[in-house]
């Protein structure tokens, strides 16, 4: 199978790194409008480099679209109408009304997908399989600042994430109330969903990176560090005690074993497969213009 990415920021660099690297990709086609820029990444790689998106849609079955978001649905567009399968960096579009507008370009014999990359992180089956009945849900996604600003708001470049990942959980479903404050660079946002709140919070003014998930239960709690991997289970013990006069609590702590990938080679590797086999992409177009809609609804909320 021949692969074309088109754009070469950090996102379409890692794509031409693993697509590189897959022996199911045949020739690997590139392009952006900075042309040095595709030479230079193309350069004694056996790499082909051409001059137009046209171009690169006649020699490829498939294609990655790693262009900055304001380009996403011209770009998509185009893809749609030459009939190639894509797989579009998230966020799907910059507005949910463009996303909804790609969804009637797409045809239905080509595999579309959105790289929320996340989900293919092994720590969110891990944690969906040990979720019973939640009390309490906090997700952190913090970032020192950074260059790597691609004229979206904290809420689509971070919060996003975490977004997939509740709203196509089936732990996390029926109607909610929704909470937000902050600003473009940092944002705060609650869900009440029948029971429970789900608490999100981002930023891009941190002094640490963090990637964090943190689910409270009746008689246990589950942290998850989306960077590390791993995942850990604290466990209520069966009786207190207190010694001269203190309070003891000595919790049982379990980690969970969790066989560590790196999150974009398995997303490539499932996209190259659904566009062999003809099967649905996980994350699916309909799916990512709903993160882009709940991502309005928290900026809307947020008054900017």
Known sequence: MDVGVIGTGVMGKNHVRVYSEMKEVGDLFLYDVNSSASSGIAKGCGINVVDSVDELLKNVDAVSICVSTQYHYETAVQ??????????????????????????????DIVA?????????????????IIDSPLYVEMKRHNPSSIRINGSSVVEDLMIHDIDIIFNNGHFRGPYNLYSS???????????FP????????????????????IEEENFTIEGDYMTQEVYIHKKPERYSHDADKYIQENIVEKVMVS??????????????????????PVSPDQAVKNVRICEDIRQKCGY
């Open 79 to 108: 893809v749609a109408r030459a009939g190639i399968s894509m797989l579009i960096e998230k966020p799907i579009c910059q507005t949910s009304k463009q996303g909804e507008e790609l969804l009637s370009e797409i045809p239905d």
């Open 113 to 129: 997908g959105v790289g929320h990359i996340e989900r293919f992180n092994p720590i969110v089956n891990e944690i969906s399989r």
């Open 182 to 192: 902050g600003n473009s660079d940092i944002c705060g946002a609650i869900f009440e």
């Open 195 to 214: 029971g429970f709140p789900v608490y999100l919070s981002t930023s891009r003014k941190s002094s640490k990176k963090i990637r964090m998930v943190y």
């Open 260 to 281: 560590k990938v790196e999150p974009l080679k398995v997303e490539l590797n499932t996209f190259v497969d659904c566009v062999r086999s003809g099967k649905e992409f």
